[in-house]
């Protein structure tokens, strides 16, 4: 079997279980163990120089994530990326969003709209990276303006939590090189039109910005079934 790519981030303030937890959730999430990748005990223990216990545990938590599934006889596996599952998360997001974009267009401070250009600019930058994970967390930080732009806390932590589940379809969305013109167009129609109040149109393109990315991802999904 292969060496995992991903490596261990320790955090003198974390125990060693939450650790391993957050550096395999992570590895999941941006995509270093792929679905369907089994995850041997042993091999991830030697990978993160701890023993089987914190790994054991971690695997139970990520089951209950729903990103790993123990499958009899053969332990654990990265879970597939579903329809069910992408379609569960973004109807979620999609609600938190168009909340988001309302009270971003009634709040927003000239400073954030600033903001809010740049971030889109250096999100064009790094398209010419070809870097999916620094196209990913530029992306991010381009919502995370429009989440501050509310001033609503509670808001805030709800999209910050759904941020990990939704990291994965995310980056399976920008891997196709294909969807950045209208990535960038949707970024900068939500520019102009929460500068300009328009909450309504503002809703709008945010709703059609998550629709696309979850036809983006099922037809990935559907392909790889192919």
Same mark, same amino acid.
């Given at each position: 079997?292969?060496?995992?790519?991903?490596?261990?981030?320790?955090?003198?303030?974390?125990?060693?279980?939450?650790?391993?937890?957050?550096?395999?959730?992570?590895?999941?999430?941006?995509?270093?163990?792929?679905?369907?990748?089994?995850?041997?005990?042993?091999?991830?223990?030697?990978?993160l120089g701890v023993s089987r216990t914190p790994i054991r545990?971690?695997?139970?938590?990520?089951?209950?994530?729903?990103?790993?599934?123990?499958?009899?006889?053969?332990?654990?596996?990265?879970?597939?990326?579903? /329809?069910?599952?992408? +379609?569960?998360?973004? %109807?979620?997001? @999609?609600?938190? #969003?168009?909340?988001?974009?309302?009270? !971003?267009?009634?709040?927003?401070?000239?400073?954030?709209?600033?903001?809010?250009?740049?971030?889109?600019?250096?999100?064009?930058?790094?398209?010419?990276?070809?870097?999916?994970?620094?196209?990913?967390?530029?992306?991010?930080?381009?919502?995370?303006?429009?989440?501050?732009?509310?001033?609503?806390?509670?808001?805030?932590?709800?999209?910050?939590?759904?941020? /990990?589940?939704?990291? +994965?379809?995310?980056? %399976?969305?920008? @891997?196709?090189? #294909?969807?950045?013109?209208?990535?960038? !167009?949707?970024?900068?129609?939500?520019?102009?039109?929460?500068?300009?109040?328009?909450?309504?149109?503002?809703?709008?393109?945010?709703?059609?910005?998550?629709?696309?990315?979850?036809?983006?991802?099922?037809?990935?999904?559907?392909?790889?079934?192919?």
């Amino acid at each position: 079997m292969k060496e995992p790519k991903f490596n261990v981030t320790m955090n003198e303030y974390l125990p060693l279980r939450d650790v391993v937890f957050n550096t395999l959730r992570q590895a999941i999430l941006r995509g270093e163990l792929k679905p369907g990748e089994r995850l041997m005990e042993i091999q991830l223990a030697n990978k993160l120089g701890v023993s089987r216990t914190p790994i054991r545990e971690a695997l139970r938590k990520l089951e209950l994530e729903g990103l790993v599934n123990m499958v009899p006889r053969k332990g654990a596996e990265v879970a597939d990326i579903t /329809e069910k599952s992408l +379609r569960d998360v973004l %109807e979620v997001r @999609k609600a938190l #969003e168009e909340l988001s974009v309302q009270l !971003a267009c009634e709040k927003i401070t000239e400073e954030e709209i600033e903001e809010l250009k740049r971030v889109a600019e250096r999100f064009k930058d790094t398209l010419d990276d070809q870097d999916v994970t620094k196209i990913a967390e530029a992306d991010v930080a381009f919502h995370d303006v429009i989440y501050t732009a509310t001033d609503n806390q509670k808001l805030i932590l709800l999209l910050n939590n759904l941020r /990990e589940q939704m990291y +994965r379809y995310r980056v %399976e969305y920008l @891997k196709k090189e #294909e969807a950045y013109p209208q990535l960038i !167009a949707e970024h900068e129609e939500l520019i102009d039109n929460i500068s300009k109040r328009n909450k309504e149109e503002a809703t709008r393109i945010m709703c059609e910005h998550i629709d696309n990315q979850v036809a983006t991802v099922i037809n990935v999904i559907h392909t790889k079934k192919v």
